[in-house]
């Protein structure tokens, strides 16, 4: 099974703020590698596939990078409807996994 | 408007059955995977199970292998996951989700299902 690990567990970022976001995997998932928003009481929501693809509806300042065995989701410019948890997912293996998860909470 | 709405969710003793269902609309349902997704309380989200879009194939995670089924009727555009032999570890919020290239583009709203005595 691979392994996804995201880093930090808990991201603090001013409204307006960059926030950069770590996914890594135990082994290569090459670019088979997606992004998910969860706010509080929600269910998921799709952002970002294959590494890099944005969403439909999904606005611009969201993005995705890497491949391999390391990922970046950077939001640009913080708003506030940005803070939730955000999960990395690869589905390249069976079973298909997520990272744990990271919380991007206002400073 | 694509949408996916669980139901059958509730309070279950140890040991008992639940039979979640999934009703999809709104896209091609036969056309996509499916899937089943669950969240313990407080926790990340796990992959339970899969079906292919026509059925014929299944896959479990190693926790519920032996315990649930998953199952589909396309004319319905409904997904279904039998849960047997529950357990308190099986508590979570379980969503359904739609796959047609590998990650997972729709998601229900989840049903809550809680396993205790």
């Known amino acids: ?107 | 408007e694509v949408q996916l709405v669980e139901s059958g969710g509730g309070l279950v003793q140890p040991g008992g059955s639940l039979r979640l269902s999934c009703a999809a609309s709104g896209f091609t349902f036969r056309s996509y995977w499916m899937h089943w997704v669950r969240q313990a309380p407080g926790k990340g989200l796990v992959w339970v199970s899969h079906i292919t879009s026509d059925g014929s194939s299944t896959y479990y995670a190693d926790s519920v292998k032996g315990r649930f089924t998953i199952s589909r009727d396309n004319a319905k555009n409904t997904l279904y996951l039998q849960m047997n032999s529950l357990r308190a570890e099986d508590t979570a919020v379980y969503y359904c989700t739609s796959d047609i290239s590998g990650f997972f583009d729709y998601w229900g709203q989840g049903t809550l299902v809680s396993v205790s005595s």
């Open chain 1, 1 to 107: 099974e691979i392994v996804m690990t995201q880093s930090p567990a808990t991201l603090s970022v001013s409204p307006g703020e960059r926030a950069t976001l770590s996914c890594r995997a135990s082994q290569s998932v090459s670019s088979n590698l997606a992004w998910y928003q969860q706010k509080s009481g929600q269910a998921p929501r799709l952002l970002i596939y294959d590494a890099s693809t944005r969403a439909t509806g999904i606005p611009a300042r969201f993005s995705g990078s890497g491949s391999g065995t390391e990922f970046t989701l950077t939001i640009s410019s913080l708003q506030s409807e940005d803070f939730a948890v955000y999960y990395c997912q690869q589905f390249h293996n069976w079973p298909k996994t997520f990272g744990q998860g990271t919380k991007v909470e206002i400073k």
